[in-house]
């Protein structure tokens, strides 16, 4: 078994504005493929991490002030509920309440948060995880094994709807055994190689015993004050956080319908911080003095090709598909050049992504001929797009460009984001989606099975899908990486999605802002982790 990687910032992700509608995962699914670990590493608020700082050379940190965020993608039907998190703001207001056993550090690799142990047995049949000793609710009940206990009977209570019940199927939840004040063995139905990780992703907030939604209470970097939907939230410090207390007294967020209104919160000082910028928002705060943060998020909005939909249905025309995107231009147009190029498969960051796959190139001779061949030169499709992340609707109008090249005729079918994730959602024959970071086991249950709540594409490989099972059951890391090669290369030649770019995340503040620092998981502010963040 492998080492931990050296503890960084504990960090969480939030889902989707359509995770609702995606559910929980169908099956065992598991996340990342440094599965097996007996960590002795944390991951926490208190470090800042090795990343880059943003703003101003200033003093030393210092204590105190009010941190005004301005964000967009709010809804009226938005709640603090850590086991269901549905809008980005949903899961980042949880992030500042709640911690969870396990979490990404800003590399996206997931290290210990409020557990000092979470090791399995030989055959990752059973689990053993112990909490931190000392760690306090904010309303100073301490951290115990039965916290633990009943946070995965919630999330497994079919009447919580939790999000993260379907990724973790394969524990028997009901006969957890408290081991001692701090320990717990988990018992688990089949093997679960991946549960070290799976942990580390969006659903796992530890809650206490008799949680009440009315009032919540966590062990995190702040203690709930307010919240008003699509307007507003309110948080304090938490003096006695386990991970350091933070730097801000507090954080006051308000809510935006539109990004320029945003913009101009914070050129007008009405806030200090807003996230999740276009590029078209870029020069516009740089030439009014404001400070950009810009991270290569492993966030994707990929294009989807629904295998059951013809002309889908012949691997041909996916093929064709996959080479008509011009991948570099995409990424100038629609972020000036900030991202990463894509490849078609998706968990940049994992340890287990394939980096000796060749990289699809632009060939748009190439696919006119393997059109010619299946049948379908001088094609017409429709393609469905939505505002549902930055640059979507735009990267659809160039891939429309592109493709005639090809001999192509796209037309686009603009669709409200209601719509776009409606009854529809997973049915569109041509469209695009969004997802944010995965570790790749993890995104392999959610989009690729045929259990899957985000199986769009529709892909039926019985080698594959044969392959994720022995994953599952595959102890040795390596040996789990060389499975999950073997997958990735199947997904490059034969399945629905085109990746072009994991898109850049763009964030903006006032001078008197410091410590924000990137991150790789498609969130803002190191993963809206604001223990570290002080004020001039």
């Given at each position: 078994?492998?080492?931990?990687?050296?503890?960084?910032?504990?960090?969480?992700?939030?889902?989707?504005?359509r995770?609702?509608?995606?559910?929980?995962?169908?099956?065992?699914?598991?996340?990342?493929?440094?599965?097996?670990?007996?960590?002795?590493?944390?991951?926490?608020?208190?470090?800042?991490?090795?990343?880059?700082?943003?703003?101003?050379?200033?003093?030393?940190?210092?204590?105190g002030?009010?941190?005004?965020?301005?964000?967009?993608?709010?809804?009226?039907?938005?709640?603090?509920?850590?086991?269901?998190?549905?809008?980005?703001?949903?899961?980042?207001?949880?992030?500042?309440?709640?911690?969870?056993?396990?979490?990404?550090?800003?590399?996206?690799?997931?290290?210990?948060?409020?557990?000092?142990?979470v090791?399995?047995?030989?055959?990752?049949?059973?689990?053993?995880?112990?909490?931190?000793?000392?760690?306090?609710?904010?309303?100073?009940?301490?951290l115990?094994?039965?916290?633990?206990?009943?946070?995965?009977?919630?999330?497994?209570?079919?009447?919580?709807?939790?999000v993260?019940?379907?990724?973790?199927?394969?524990?028997?939840?009901?006969?957890?055994?408290?081991?001692?004040?701090?320990?717990?063995?988990?018992?688990?139905?089949?093997?679960?190689?991946?549960?070290?990780?799976?942990?580390?992703?969006?659903?796992?907030?530890?809650?206490?015993?008799?949680?009440?939604?009315?009032?919540?209470?966590?062990?995190g970097?702040?203690?709930?004050?307010?919240?008003?939907p699509?307007?507003?939230?309110?948080?304090?410090?938490?003096?006695?956080?386990?991970g350091?207390?933070?730097?801000?007294?507090?954080?006051?967020?308000?809510?935006?319908?539109?990004?320029?209104?945003?913009?101009?919160?914070l050129?007008?000082?009405?806030?200090?911080?807003?996230?999740?910028?276009?590029?078209?928002s870029?020069?516009?705060?740089?030439?009014?003095?404001?400070?950009?943060?810009?991270?290569?998020?492993?966030?994707?909005?990929?294009?989807t090709?629904?295998?059951?939909?013809?002309?889908?249905?012949?691997?041909?025309?996916?093929?064709?598909?996959?080479?008509?995107?011009?991948?570099?231009?995409?990424?100038?147009?629609?972020?000036?050049?900030?991202?990463?190029?894509?490849?078609?498969?998706?968990?940049?960051?994992?340890?287990?992504?394939?980096?000796s796959?060749p990289?699809?190139?632009?060939?748009?001779?190439?696919?006119?001929?393997?059109?010619?061949?299946?049948g379908?030169?001088?094609?017409?499709?429709t393609?469905?797009?939505?505002?549902?992340?930055?640059?979507?609707?735009?990267?659809?109008?160039?891939?429309?460009?592109?493709?005639?090249?090809?001999?192509?005729?796209?037309?686009?079918?603009?669709?409200?984001?209601?719509?776009?994730?409606?009854?529809?959602?997973?049915k569109?024959?041509?469209?695009?989606?969004?997802?944010?970071?995965?570790?790749?086991?993890?995104?392999?249950?959610?989009?690729?099975?045929?259990?899957?709540?985000?199986?769009?594409?529709?892909?039926?490989?019985t080698?594959?899908?044969?392959?994720?099972?022995?994953?599952?059951?595959?102890?040795?890391?390596?040996?789990?990486?060389?499975?999950?090669?073997?997958?990735?290369?199947?997904?490059?030649?034969?399945?629905?999605?085109?990746?072009?770019y994991?898109?850049?995340?763009?964030?903006?503040?006032?001078?008197?802002?410091?410590?924000?620092?990137?991150?790789?998981?498609?969130?803002?502010?190191?993963?809206?982790?604001?223990?570290?963040?002080?004020?001039?």
């Open positions: 078994m492998n080492p931990p990687p050296v503890p960084a910032p504990r960090n969480g992700a939030p889902m989707s504005r995770s609702l509608l995606r559910g929980a995962l169908t099956g065992a699914a598991a996340l990342g493929a440094g599965g097996i670990l007996d960590a002795c590493g944390s991951a926490t608020h208190s470090s800042a991490g090795t990343g880059v700082s943003s703003g101003p050379a200033a003093d030393a940190p210092r204590k002030g009010t941190l005004r965020l301005a964000m967009t993608g709010a809804s009226s039907t938005d709640e603090i509920n850590p086991l269901l998190q549905v809008t980005n703001v949903s899961t980042a207001m949880d992030l500042q309440i709640f911690d969870s056993l396990v979490a990404f550090d800003r590399n996206a690799i997931p290290q210990l948060s409020l557990a000092d142990e090791t399995p047995n030989a055959d990752a049949t059973e689990w053993t995880i112990r909490v931190k000793d000392g760690v306090t609710f904010h309303n100073g009940k301490d115990t094994a039965d916290d633990v206990i009943y946070t995965f009977q919630q999330i497994q209570d079919p009447k919580n709807t939790a993260g019940a379907g990724a973790i199927t394969t524990i028997d939840s009901a006969n957890i055994k408290k081991l001692d004040r701090l320990t717990v063995r988990i018992p688990c139905r089949a093997p679960f190689s991946t549960l070290f990780s799976t942990l580390a992703a969006y659903y796992y907030f530890v809650i206490p015993v008799g949680f009440d939604r009315k009032n919540p209470v966590g062990t970097p702040f203690k709930f004050q307010s919240f008003t699509a307007v507003s939230a309110s948080f304090v410090r938490n003096d006695h956080y386990w350091g207390a933070p730097y801000l007294d507090g954080m006051s967020w308000s809510f935006f319908a539109q990004e320029a209104s945003q913009v101009n919160a050129l007008s000082g009405q806030a200090d911080a807003v996230s999740l910028l276009s590029s078209a870029m020069s516009t705060v740089r030439g009014s003095g404001g400070v950009l943060l810009i991270s290569d998020g492993g966030g994707w909005t990929p294009f090709m629904n295998c059951n939909t013809a002309p889908f249905t012949d691997v041909r025309v996916r093929q064709a598909f996959k080479l008509m995107a011009d991948r570099q231009q995409m990424l100038q147009q629609v972020f000036l050049g900030n991202g990463v190029i894509g490849n078609d498969v998706f968990s940049i960051w994992d340890p287990a992504y394939d980096k796959l990289q699809r190139p632009h060939d748009p001779q190439q696919a006119k001929h393997l059109l010619k061949q299946a379908h030169d001088g094609l017409n499709i393609l469905v797009t939505s505002d549902i992340a930055q640059g979507t609707e735009s990267v659809a109008q160039i891939f429309a460009q592109q493709a005639k090249a090809a001999g192509v005729n796209v037309t686009l079918q603009t669709q409200t984001v209601t719509d776009f994730y409606g009854p529809n959602y997973l569109w024959g041509f469209a695009q989606d969004f997802w944010y970071y995965n570790p790749y086991f993890f995104q392999v249950a959610a989009a690729m099975l045929p259990g899957g709540t985000g199986n769009e594409c529709h892909f039926a490989n080698r594959y899908f044969d392959l994720y099972a022995e994953a599952l059951r595959t102890i040795d890391d390596a040996k789990r990486t060389e499975i999950a090669h073997e997958m990735q290369t199947i997904e490059w030649n034969e399945d629905g999605y085109i990746i072009p994991f898109a850049p995340v763009i964030d903006a503040h006032s001078k008197k802002v410091h410590g924000a620092v990137t991150t790789r998981t498609a969130l803002s502010f190191n993963d809206f982790d604001f223990t570290r963040i002080w004020m001039s």
